[in-house]
C-alpha cells in the first residue's frame, strides 16, 4: 500500500473498526495480561518461577498492551459516534430536501394553474384576433366594393360631364348665371 502515513494510518483505522466487535474487544483485553495469571496446568510451578523472572520487563508490557486495548476500544467509540453524527446529518439534510421538494411541487402546482389560466387567456385572445381579421377582412372586402363602386360612378360622372359639355355648347340652353 503506498500513500502518506496519515492516509495508511487511516486506511488501517477502516479496517480495524469494520472488523471489531465486542467479542474481538473482550478476547483483546483478556490477551493484554499476557495469559497472567498462570492457569493451573503441567508445569505450572516452573512457568510462574519463569515469570517471575521476566517480570520486570513483563509488567510494562502488560500496561502497554492495556493502553492499546482502552485506545482501541476509545477508537471504535469515536467512530460510532461519527457515524451516529453523519448518519443524523443526512437525515438532517434528507428532511430539509423533502420539504424543499414540496415546497418546490406547490410552486410546481401554482405555476402550472397560472399557465393554465394564460394559456385560456391567449386562446381567448387569439379567437377574438382571429374574429377581429374576419370582420376586418369582410370591412376590407366591402371597402373595396364601395371603392369599385365610387370610380365606377366617378367613371359615369365624368362621361355624363362630358356629354353633358358636349350638347351644351351645341345647344345654347338657359344660362346658369346667377341673375342680379
Same mark, same amino acid.
Given at each position: 500500500m503506498?500513500?502518506?502515513?496519515?492516509?495508511?494510518?487511516?486506511c %488501517?483505522?477502516?479496517?480495524?473498526?469494520?472488523?471489531?466487535?465486542?467479542?474481538?474487544l473482550?478476547?483483546?483485553?483478556?490477551?493484554a495480561?499476557l495469559?497472567?495469571?498462570?492457569?493451573?496446568?503441567?508445569?505450572?510451578?516452573?512457568?510462574?518461577?519463569?515469570?517471575?523472572?521476566?517480570?520486570?520487563?513483563?509488567?510494562?508490557? %502488560? +500496561?502497554?498492551?492495556?493502553?492499546?486495548?482502552?485506545? #482501541?476500544?476509545?477508537? %471504535?467509540?469515536?467512530?460510532?459516534?461519527?457515524?451516529?453524527?453523519?448518519v443524523?446529518?443526512?437525515?438532517?439534510?434528507? +428532511?430539509?430536501?423533502?420539504?424543499?421538494?414540496?415546497?418546490?411541487?406547490?410552486?410546481?402546482? #401554482?405555476?402550472?394553474?397560472?399557465?393554465?389560466?394564460l394559456?385560456?387567456?391567449?386562446? =381567448? #385572445?387569439?379567437?377574438?384576433?382571429?374574429?377581429?381579421?374576419v370582420?376586418?377582412?369582410?370591412?376590407?372586402?366591402?371597402?373595396?366594393d364601395?371603392? =369599385?363602386?365610387?370610380?365606377?360612378?366617378?367613371q359615369?360622372?365624368?362621361?355624363?360631364?362630358?356629354?353633358?359639355?358636349?350638347?351644351?355648347?351645341?345647344?345654347?340652353?338657359?344660362?346658369? +348665371?346667377p341673375?342680379?
Open positions: 503506498s500513500g502518506s502515513p496519515s492516509c495508511q494510518g487511516y %488501517v483505522r477502516y479496517r480495524m473498526t469494520r472488523q471489531i466487535s465486542p467479542e474481538w473482550r478476547e483483546l483485553e483478556e490477551l495480561d495469559g497472567l495469571p498462570v492457569p493451573p496446568t503441567r508445569f505450572r510451578g516452573l512457568k510462574r518461577v519463569v515469570v517471575r523472572l521476566c517480570w520486570v520487563f513483563l509488567h510494562r508490557q %502488560v +500496561e502497554y498492551n492495556h493502553e492499546v486495548a482502552k485506545s #482501541v476500544e476509545r477508537v %471504535v467509540a469515536e467512530e460510532s459516534e461519527a457515524r451516529a453524527t453523519t443524523d446529518e443526512l437525515r438532517g439534510q434528507i +428532511e430539509q430536501l423533502k420539504s424543499s421538494a414540496v415546497r418546490h411541487d406547490e410552486m410546481l402546482g #401554482v405555476l402550472l394553474n397560472e399557465l393554465g389560466a394559456r385560456d387567456e391567449v386562446v =381567448r #385572445v387569439a379567437q377574438g384576433l382571429s374574429n377581429e381579421q370582420r376586418s377582412g369582410v370591412l376590407e372586402g366591402q371597402a373595396a364601395l371603392s =369599385r363602386s365610387l370610380l365606377e360612378l366617378e359615369r360622372v365624368a362621361v355624363l360631364a362630358e356629354r353633358f359639355a358636349h350638347t351644351g355648347a351645341t345647344s345654347q340652353g338657359p344660362s346658369s +348665371e341673375r342680379d
